[in-house]
């Protein structure tokens, strides 16, 4: 894959946004974990190395999204 040897994204925890940058052709990605009303939202991330993309599932209040690693 292109990710073999390499760094393919950096993912972390925000409390309120969504977010994804890229630094140095690495994708920076954030994904939210609150409670929407009485709804808590987080998403569920699953890394498909064989075509070179992030998945990540929302749980709650959002769209699910996928980014290009």
């Known amino acids: 894959t292109g990710c073999a040897g390499r760094v393919c994204f950096a993912l ?35 890394a498909d190395y064989d075509a070179d993309v992030l998945h990540l ?3 709650g209040t959002g769209e699910s999204r996928s980014i290009n690693i």
């Open 12 to 46: 972390s925890g925000h409390i309120h946004a969504d977010y994804s940058i890229e630094a140095d052709g690495i994708p920076l990605v954030a994904t939210m974990h609150t409670r929407s009303g009485s709804t808590p939202t987080f998403d569920i991330c699953l």
């Open 57 to 59: 599932v929302r749980v």
